[in-house]
């Protein structure tokens, strides 16, 4: 018996759903418990690779539960295209499970989305960079009490009412505050309602499926999206997303008591990246940070846009280390800095006044003050993506991954060589 939080440490796109994908061949159960399809979850068998926005990355093992939790924004039409395309490569989704808590994401939740960047970008000359997709403007809905669920998706008579209701009141914020167009309700109606026809199957208690599976010994995952520094509270505030990607979101976004988790395993990059806007210490904004970009493929997986990247950060590792009670640490792309000269590691921050920070600063107008204190190392070179043992990686490679198990505190437990399942070592 044993169940695993598996999470984000910087700030998404870490390789979550590779090592997902890894566990799930063990796993009874697969959770996603936040966020929605503003994820992209990568995962490579062999010649085939899938790009999964809100089905968790256990669905490809039929024999594996893959639960949607009620913490997760589900865009219904997202989810059926992405279930037909499975089911086009020969993945049934009857393993499929949507908690009947979950959030929808209405139509007039993606407007808003977009006419609210517009608004901050015009006014404030600073948005998000927010992946369009409605997530904040659902979370905003549920927190407000006006959103529609996944079990009133399914009852036709009870939809029809609400989108009446709440479609009225999104309606006046889009007409009257953005100037923009209002939706027509029955065409809402009409097209919501065949969703809700077509998921119906699928939906069911999340809480107590997670809570069946603990009390027969069977093992857990969840999933996580997005990443810590993501986190409305424990992340770069306001440059994140609208949910709990930390591990404490893995509990309310499923339904179960903390103490039925185990451990809790924080993914993170030999280095670091980041899409849409918000502070980033250690980018690198020269032809070192496009040969990483290049190398590395760091293009989004839900937007396409271009991944910030830069140095490796441990002052941000040690923060994901506490607020998610980390056991351990899965680092994947080992491979996409082998051959690139001289590696640097951020060790600490240093103020102006020459204070040195070793812990995150709780706010942006700090953070603007911090400059990042470096060590260097000597680089690696060689294919390493056909390692299978830490033996066999080159000295150098070694030590670097040494040094940053030290500067993190936290044992480095599976090291990424390659976007393959079975690319990885095990320590
Ligand atoms: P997620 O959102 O955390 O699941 O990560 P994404 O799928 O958005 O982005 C991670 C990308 O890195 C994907 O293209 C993966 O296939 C790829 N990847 C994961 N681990 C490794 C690795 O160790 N080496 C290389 N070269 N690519 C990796
Ligand atoms: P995975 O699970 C990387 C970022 C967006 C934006 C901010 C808010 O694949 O790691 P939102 O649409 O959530 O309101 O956008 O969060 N963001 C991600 N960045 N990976 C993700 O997910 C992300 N999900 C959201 O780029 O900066
Ligand atoms: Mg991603």
């Given at each position: 018996m044993s169940s695993s939080v598996i999470v984000g440490t910087q700030w998404g796109d870490e390789g979550k759903g590779k090592i997902i994908d890894i566990m799930a061949k063990e796993a009874d159960l697969v959770v996603r418990s936040s966020g929605g399809n503003n994820a992209g979850h990568t995962v490579v068998h062999g010649n085939e690779v899938y790009k999964l926005h809100?089905?968790?990355?256990?669905?490809?093992?039929?024999?594996?539960?893959?639960?949607?939790?009620?913490?997760?924004?589900?865009?219904?039409?997202?989810?059926?295209?992405?279930?037909?395309?499975?089911?086009?490569?020969?993945?049934?989704?009857?393993n499929l499970r949507i908690d009947a808590r979950a959030d929808i994401i209405m139509p007039w939740h993606r407007e808003l989305d977009k006419l609210e960047e517009e608004y901050k970008a015009k006014q404030t000359s600073v948005n998000v960079g927010t992946t369009g997709r409605g997530i904040g403007p659902a979370y905003t809905d549920k927190a407000r009490r006006i959103a529609i669920r996944m079990y009133d998706l399914c009852h036709p008579e009870l939809l029809k009412t609400l989108i009446k209701n709440t479609g009225e009141f999104e309606n006046l914020m889009i007409e009257k505050l953005y100037g923009g167009k209002a939706f027509d309700l029955d065409a809402v109606y009409e097209e919501y309602k065949a969703y809700g026809e077509k998921l119906?199957?699928?939906?069911?208690?999340?809480?107590?499926?997670?809570?069946?599976?603990?009390?027969?010994?069977?093992?857990?995952?969840?999933?996580?999206?997005?990443?810590?520094?993501?986190?409305?509270?424990?992340?770069?505030?306001?440059?994140?997303?609208?949910?709990?990607?930390?591990?404490?979101?893995?509990?309310?976004?499923?339904?179960i008591g903390p103490k039925m988790i185990d451990e809790v395993i924080g993914v993170g990059k030999s280095y670091t990246t980041r899409v849409g806007n918000g502070p980033f210490p250690t980018e690198l904004n020269d032809a070192l940070g496009e040969l990483i970009r290049n190398r590395g493929g760091e293009f989004g997986t839900t937007t396409g846009r271009p991944r910030r990247t830069g140095w490796?950060?441990?002052?941000?590792?040690?923060?994901?280390?506490?607020?998610?009670?980390?056991?351990a640490l899965a680092i994947n792309k080992f491979d996409t800095?082998?051959?690139?000269?001289?590696?640097?590691?951020?060790?600490?921050?240093?103020?102006?006044?020459?204070?040195?920070?070793?812990?995150?600063?709780?706010?942006?107008?700090?953070?603007?003050?911090?400059?990042?204190?470096?060590?260097?190392?000597?680089?690696?070179?060689?294919?390493?993506?056909?390692?299978?043992?830490?033996?066999?990686?080159?000295?150098?490679?070694?030590?670097?991954?040494?040094?940053?198990?030290?500067?993190?505190?936290?044992?480095?437990?599976?090291?990424?060589?390659?976007?393959?399942?079975?690319?990885?070592?095990?320590?």
């Open positions: 809100l089905l968790p990355s256990g669905i490809l093992y039929p024999e594996t539960i893959c639960l949607i939790g009620s913490g997760v924004v589900v865009d219904p039409s997202v989810l059926l295209e992405e279930i037909t395309e499975m089911n086009k490569r020969g993945v049934t989704c009857d119906k199957k699928y939906m069911a208690d999340g809480s107590v499926i997670a809570f069946e599976a603990y009390k027969e010994g069977k093992k857990v995952l969840f999933e996580g999206a997005q990443a810590t520094l993501l986190d409305i509270d424990f992340g770069t505030y306001p440059f994140v997303t609208s949910s709990h990607p930390i591990a404490g979101g893995a509990c309310i976004g499923t339904g490796f950060d441990a002052v941000i590792m040690r923060h994901a280390v506490r607020v998610n009670g980390l056991t800095l082998s051959g690139i000269g001289k590696l640097k590691v951020c060790t600490a921050y240093k103020k102006s006044d020459g204070t040195i920070l070793n812990d995150f600063p709780v706010t942006l107008e700090e953070l603007s003050d911090c400059t990042p204190v470096y060590e260097e190392f000597d680089g690696y070179e060689g294919d390493i993506s056909d390692c299978r043992k830490f033996e066999e990686l080159p000295e150098k490679c070694r030590e670097y991954i040494s040094r940053l198990e030290e500067l993190c505190g936290c044992p480095i437990k599976i090291i990424g060589v390659g976007a393959g399942c079975d690319s990885v070592i095990f320590r």
